[in-house]
């Protein structure tokens, strides 16, 4: 594993103090992807070290943003954590349980300052990706609920792309994640509506998955209505 991570010191934007955290180099091998993107790796899974948390204040945020904190949100964590007493520490290698209490933190704080849907959701469906990788389903599909709920209201209220999603690429994993926590009649309108789109075509990654997911609960219907008819 010492191949694949390494450490850097970081400046904390919350508190300004100094702490060290643990990088993981790109060149992972991928061995295979779920339908809602959930990626596995090789080696290491990068999904663990996606969270910094300063050990010294508390703060703990997504790596690509944790600099981003305006003056507003600043002065209110500040306040929040100044009378509460800081234990964590969580450089080094992690364990898939410190990962996700790293996570925990991170969707507490996001939520305290009421930041963009589509960031919460994503930070929800890292953490059922991380359930799911130790089989604890129950906790997987509360973390999906969350996230499929702050994914529509992105859908809907924010300005797309977001990041590196597209609005059709967003539309099919709000399909996915409904279909993934048992709501089909949800999930049937955002793949068709992506399926009867001929610009969603130009995706062609997308569309396929969306193609052959709509298949998937179609089979699984006729044989359910089969299965009926039979008793």
Avoid at 129 to 142: D, H, I, K, N, S
Wanted: glycine residues 4%.
């Amino acid at each position: 594993m010492a191949d694949y991570i390494y450490q850097v010191d970081k400046e904390c934007a919350l508190c300004g103090k100094t702490f060290s955290v643990t990088k993981v180099r790109s060149r992972l091998l991928k061995i295979k992807q779920d339908s809602d993107f959930c990626t596995y790796y090789q080696d290491v899974n990068p999904y663990y070290y996606s969270i910094w948390a300063c050990p010294h204040c508390g703060y703990a945020a997504q790596d690509s943003n944790f600099d981003e904190i305006v003056p507003a949100a600043k002065e209110k964590l500040a306040k929040f954590l100044s009378s509460r007493q800081i234990n964590i520490n969580f450089s080094g290698n992690r364990t898939r349980e410190q990962a996700i209490a790293t996570y925990k933190l991170a969707i507490f704080y996001n939520e305290m300052l009421e930041v963009a849907s589509s960031r919460i959701g994503g930070l929800y469906l890292k953490l059922a990706w991380l359930y799911r990788e130790g089989e604890q389903t129950t906790e997987e599909q509360v973390a999906l609920v969350n996230a499929v709920k702050h994914y529509e209201q992105a859908l809907f209220r924010e300005r797309l792309p977001i990041g590196n999603m597209t609005e059709v690429t967003l539309t099919y994993l709000v399909g996915d994640l409904f279909r993934r926590t048992g709501n089909v009649e949800k999930a049937i309108p955002y793949f068709n509506k992506i399926i009867s789109n001929q610009q969603a075509k130009l995706e062609r990654n997308i569309y396929n998955l969306a193609r052959d997911v709509w298949q998937e609960i179609r089979d699984s219907r006729n044989q359910s209505a089969a299965e009926k008819a039979g008793e």
